[in-house]
T-cell receptor, first 119, second 110 residues
């Protein structure tokens, strides 16, 4: 149980294009989903927190117009990187917090990540 | 803001030996979580500690939450090659987001 999928797993795009990444909780409902960014050999940096049916909360320094988040249902959140540039190239990971969990109220389950390369 | 630091950044361990990685928070935490990320993979939840002084074990892994709820440790005994990866702690202060430490990258020498 507690499986989170991300699609696509890898994407290469040209500078100036937009890329949409989907995050789905497959076997549970998630009250909250999180979007992280991870640079090589570095830690996870929280970009934004999204709750189903409401606007996402962005961390300081993260442009909300650049990284559009839509949390359409309790099992799906999407991150759209608009007008992508090479500096947006990174590993984007989502996580989902279940409505009910035995691991603890703040348990998060991570997706496999999406590696974005902007040429 | 809240900061979470982990030491060491890198840990080279001989197979069969024990080691400990430490996690320290600048603020008192309501809970702390540990994750493992294999090379090329994504973080996988290991455990959550909530109570002051709490100790939990998972086979060869022992997790401890400090009395002041500002630090935590992960001790691995009889290290195996399957233990290779990066271990992240993540701390949450009341009302705040989960903040990840920088991780300890573990390499095992056979």
């Amino acid at each position: 149980g507690a499986v989170v999928s991300q699609h696509p797993s890898r994407v290469i795009c040209k500078s100036g294009t937009s890329v949409k990444i989907e995050c789905r909780s497959l076997d549970f409902q998630a009250t909250t989903m999180f979007w992280y960014r991870q640079f090589p050999k570095q830690s996870l940096m929280l970009m934004a927190t999204s709750n189903e049916g409401s606007k996402a909360t962005y961390e300081q320094g993260v442009e909300k117009d650049k990284f559009l988040i839509n949390h359409a249902s309790l099992t799906l959140s999407t991150l759209t990187v608009t007008s992508a540039h090479p500096e947006d190239s990174s590993f984007y990971i989502c996580s989902a917090r279940p409505l009910r969990t035995s691991g603890g109220a703040d348990t998060q389950y991570f997706g496999p990540g999406t590696r974005l390369t902007v040429l | 803001g809240q900061q979470v630091m982990q030491i060491p950044q890198y840990q080279h361990v001989q197979e069969g030996e024990d080691f400990t990685t430490y996690c320290n928070s600048s603020t008192t935490l309501s809970n702390i979580q540990w994750y493992k990320q294999r090379p090329g993979g994504h973080p996988v939840f290991l455990i959550q500690l909530v109570k002051s002084g709490e100790v939990k074990k998972q086979k060869r892994l022992t997790f401890q939450f400090g009395e002041a709820k500002k630090n935590s440790s992960l001790h691995i005994t009889a290290t195996q090659t399957t233990d290779v990866g990066t271990y992240f702690c993540a701390g949450k202060a009341a009302g705040n987001k989960l903040t990840f430490g920088g991780g300890t990258r573990v390499l095992v020498k056979p």
